[in-house]
């Protein structure tokens, strides 16, 4: 897959002897300059790169339509990278040295006029702690690697970070109310 200054994502079938586009989209009337295939779901992939710091969440079999923009960082995303296991988590990064983590299934939940500035719904973790463009994010092997769950990101004036984010991060606040209440009644029974 391409992205390029004509806005244009790209997929290409490279089986046969010459490279025949496959697939075209229109991403952004801007340049793109960032296109990934989602690990889980091979119809999804995620293009961005337009100065308005805008991600689109597209399906290859509508790509006319985009399924989903994300938009909260304030400068042009330079990374994306799905999550490895979970079809609807996105990861980008951008010249305002932000890192957010996204999940895509949010999409169009309400949300509390007190929320508003931190971020729409789908906006599941800020990382605002690098001081130039994002360069390169990364996900952890899962759990069953033997290893915890880290991100890493790294910057242009070549600071790395590498952070762990929580056992339930992925879990819903109300999923986790269950539980609890579950735990709750087994131990009156």
Avoid at 49 to 70: K, Y
Wanted: net charge negative; proline share 4%; glycine share 8%.
């Amino acid at each position: 897959m391409t992205s390029g200054n004509d806005g244009l994502f790209k997929v290409w079938d490279i089986r046969d002897n010459g490279y025949k586009c496959a697939l075209q989209g229109k991403g952004s009337d801007d340049a793109l300059n960032v296109a990934t295939f989602n690990n889980v779901n091979r119809h999804l992939i995620a293009a961005a790169g337009e100065e308005s710091g805008m991600v689109g969440i597209w399906d290859m079999r509508m790509p006319t339509m985009f399924l989903n923009d994300l938009a909260f960082h304030t400068k042009q995303v330079t990374v994306a990278e799905w999550h490895p296991t979970k079809e609807q988590t996105l990861m980008t990064g951008s010249d305002d040295g932000k890192v957010f983590i996204w999940d895509n299934s949010k999409c169009g939940e309400e949300q509390a006029r007190i929320d508003y500035e931190d971020g729409p719904p789908e906006m599941v973790f800020p990382h605002m702690t690098h001081n130039s463009t994002i360069e390169d994010v990364c996900w952890s092997p899962e759990r069953g690697s033997g290893l915890m769950p880290f991100v890493a990101s790294v910057e242009t004036q070549l600071t790395l970070q590498v952070w762990k984010t929580k056992e339930d991060f992925f879990e819903d606040e109300l999923d986790q109310l269950v539980n609890v209440d579950k735990i709750g009644l087994e131990d009156l029974e």
